[in-house]
Nanobody, 120 residues
Framework: QVQLVESGGGLVQAGGSLRLSCAAS????????MAWYRQAPGKQRELVAT???????NYVDSVKGRFTISRDNANKMVYLQMNSLKPEDTAVYYC??????????????WGQGTQVTVSS
């Protein structure tokens, strides 16, 4: 069984920084794309950033220049460095990964989420 476990959320003042981490474990053949999503109260889940296995990245416009996604393939980790945080960044942040659990089977996995709260 594959698990994604996030850590690093918390309460921070506007303008501050947080670094989220996500560790993948279990029966993993290879990890393809990884991503961070977020969901604020009363809103739909939103894609924040993606990173391919080769390291290519994409960001939603609202976080460009402030957030950086990175990954450590050897240790099956993905990170989200969040700088210049704003109150509107408050949400539960979820790790997502597209994982080959065998050479012929790919599945999508989600972490349990970590709360990020930015106070004004």
């Amino acid at each position: 069984q594959v698990q994604l476990v996030e850590s690093g959320g918390g309460l921070v003042q506007a303008g501050g920084s947080l670094r989220l981490s996500c560790a993948a474990s279990g029966s993993i053949f290879r990890i393809n794309a990884m991503a961070w999503y977020r969901q604020a109260p009363g809103k739909q889940r939103e894609l924040v950033a993606t990173i391919t296995s080769a390291g290519s990245t994409n960001y939603v416009d609202s976080v460009k220049g402030r957030f950086t996604i990175s990954r450590d393939n050897a240790n099956k980790m993905v990170y989200l460095q969040m700088n210049s945080l704003k109150p509107e960044d408050t949400a539960v942040y979820y790790c997502n990964a597209d994982i080959l659990v065998s050479p012929w089977m790919t599945r999508e996995y989600w972490g349990q989420g970590t709360q990020v709260t930015v106070s004004s």
